[in-house]
C-alpha cells in the first residue's frame, strides 16, 4: 500500500481543507472495501 503512504506524504506538505482530506479519506477507504471485497471473493472462489 505505497499510495496511501505517498498520498498522506503529499497532503502533509501542501495545506487540504478539512472537506477536501474528508473526500480523500473517504475515496481511500472505498478502494480499500473494494480491494478486499475482491481478495475475499477470490478466496472463496478458490476453495
Given at each position: 500500500?505505497?499510495?496511501?503512504?505517498?498520498?498522506?506524504?503529499g497532503g502533509s506538505k501542501r495545506?487540504?481543507?478539512s472537506r477536501g482530506l474528508g473526500a480523500v479519506l473517504k475515496e481511500q477507504?472505498?478502494?480499500?472495501?473494494?480491494?478486499?471485497?475482491c481478495v475475499?471473493?477470490?478466496?472463496c472462489w478458490n476453495d
Open positions: 500500500m505505497k499510495m496511501g503512504s505517498s498520498l498522506s506524504m495545506r487540504v481543507s477507504r472505498a478502494k480499500l472495501y473494494i480491494i478486499r471485497r475475499v471473493m477470490l478466496l
